[in-house]
Structures are given as structure tokens and as C-alpha cells.
Nanobody, 120 residues
Framework: QVQLVESGGGAVQAGGSLRLTCKGS???????????WAWYRQAPGKQRELVAS???????SYQDSVRGRFTISKDNTKKMVNLQMNSLAAEDTAVYYC???????????WGQGTQVTVSS
């Protein structure tokens, strides 16, 4: 059973920072490392978009609008994936979702979402 539990959202002023965390609840290590982890976000009235990803390599990838401001990382021992968000802007306001793409069964798993609100 793959369950993703997110934490760390909240409200912050423009220019501030937040750190989102996604924990692979009840995942064994071999599962946690057998795929790609990502953060997506969905703003009101917009489609869900990929923000950042980290592969098993690990290789990271970022959306152009967050590159240099956001950093994705993972801790295999804790089975956690983090998204450090700095220099936040109003346009970063969205519900952020943790995603795990498991290579074993080519399936995607999602967290429940956490709200990030940036006020200007």
C-alpha cells in the first residue's frame, strides 16, 4: 500500500519561504527508491502543473518559473521528499500535491494536497 502524507503548507508573505514535506507512509525502502517523486500544484481555475521532480538517480528537474527558487530533495532513510520554496510570489499560490510514479507497476500515487497561499 502506497500512501503519501504531506505537510508544511501555509500562508506567507511574498518573499518568504516554506518547506513542504511528503512522507511515504508504510512504504518499504525498495519501493520508495523505485520511481520518481514530484511536486505538482493547482491554482484555482487552472490545470495541475508539474513543479519539480527527482528521479531515483537522483536527477532533478524544475519548471522554469521556480528554477533557482525551489529545491526538491529526498531522504531515503526517512522516506521523505521535501520541496524548499524560497522567494515565494503571489503566483505560487496553489494547492501543492506530492506524486510518486512507481516504476514497478507504472502507477501514479498522490498525496491529499496542501494549500500554499502567498500574499503580496
Amino acid at each position: 500500500q502506497v500512501q503519501l502524507v504531506e505537510s508544511g503548507g501555509g500562508a506567507v508573505q511574498a518573499g518568504g519561504s516554506l518547506r513542504l514535506t511528503c512522507k511515504g507512509s508504510r512504504m518499504i525502502l525498495s519501493t520508495f527508491t523505485d520511481g520518481t517523486w514530484a511536486w505538482y500544484r493547482q491554482a484555482p481555475g487552472k490545470q495541475r502543473e508539474l513543479v519539480a521532480s527527482i528521479s531515483s538517480g537522483p536527477r532533478t528537474s524544475y519548471q522554469d518559473s521556480v528554477r533557482g527558487r525551489f529545491t526538491i530533495s529526498k531522504d531515503n532513510t526517512k522516506k521523505m521528499v521535501n520541496l524548499q520554496m524560497n522567494s515565494l510570489a503571489a503566483e505560487d499560490t496553489a494547492v501543492y500535491y506530492c506524486n510518486f510514479h512507481w516504476d514497478y507497476n507504472n502507477a501514479d500515487y498522490w498525496g491529499q494536497g496542501t494549500q500554499v497561499t502567498v500574499s503580496s
